[in-house]
């Protein structure tokens, strides 16, 4: 059987978060959909783990917004899935973070996230990456038809604040949290730190220990109906 949880993380105090997993979309600059606006009328074939991130948001993506993703599973991880992709064995995958990606396949964006031989075609995250942004890359949130479909949408990409955090523990002084929250900040926005993070091609894109608060507190207080539907939308369709 399952073990229960023994404790409730929406009492645990957060400090932030260091960085904000921007999950993407990509496809071949030859794949038959140039965006992911042509992926709503033409298949394309994606390549996923099992049990993993670019198993999940495909998916998601595929039973929510109705993108035509082939996905075929059983690549053991993402190097695997980045080789699949090279040969033109898969046309794209979903479910990667371009904080991670930008680095490790920094040779398939040498133009630029969508200009390249590997386009960024979707971010499926609330608010996105600040320089997707600006390449004018959409959030799959502008493709949701209701609002059932944008709140099941949001209610799984909400995961993706927690990149990096910082918890303490339940009986924190008040006053303690906000002294360490305020030091957390100083230090994300510290020239030097930014720096050294950026020698080592770390991506800090902080999120403010308020907002991780919040983004928990919506969590365990989402509807068990709209929990369910979420679920629903993360089965593979027989």
């Not at 038959?32 to 783990?49: G, N, R, Y």
């Not at 109705?66 to 040969?87: H, P, Q």
């Not at 990409?157 to 918890?167: A, E, N, W």
């Amino acid at each position: 059987g399952t073990i229960p949880v023994k404790h409730e993380p929406a009492k645990f105090h957060h400090l932030g978060s260091a960085n904000t997993d921007v999950y993407i979309g990509i496809a071949r600059a030859d794949a038959p959909a140039a965006t992911f606006a042509d992926v709503l009328q033409k298949e394309i074939i994606i390549a996923a783990s099992n049990a993993s991130s670019t198993a999940d948001y495909a998916q998601i993506l595929a039973n929510t917004v109705g993108a035509r993703f082939r996905i075929v599973m059983g690549y053991a991880g993402s190097r695997e899935i980045a080789l699949a992709i090279d040969k033109g064995e898969a046309q794209g995958a979903c479910g990667l973070a371009w904080p991670s990606i930008s680095v490790t396949q920094g040779d398939w964006f040498g133009q630029g996230p969508v200009n390249s031989r590997m386009r960024v075609i979707l971010q499926t995250h609330s608010v996105g990456h600040p320089e997707l942004n600006a390449a004018g890359v959409p959030l799959a949130i502008s493709f949701a038809r209701n609002d059932e479909q944008r709140a099941i949408l949001n209610l799984f990409f909400s995961q993706s604040q927690f990149g990096r955090p910082y918890i303490l523990p339940a009986e924190t002084p008040p006053e303690r949290v906000a002294a360490l929250r305020q030091a957390f900040a100083a230090t994300m926005a510290d020239p030097q730190f930014k720096a050294e993070a950026a020698k080592f091609k770390l991506d800090v894109d902080a999120v403010p220990g308020e907002a991780v608060q919040k983004v928990v507190a919506d969590i365990y207080a989402t509807p068990p109906e709209l929990i369910a539907k979420t679920k629903q939308a993360l089965q593979q369709k027989k």
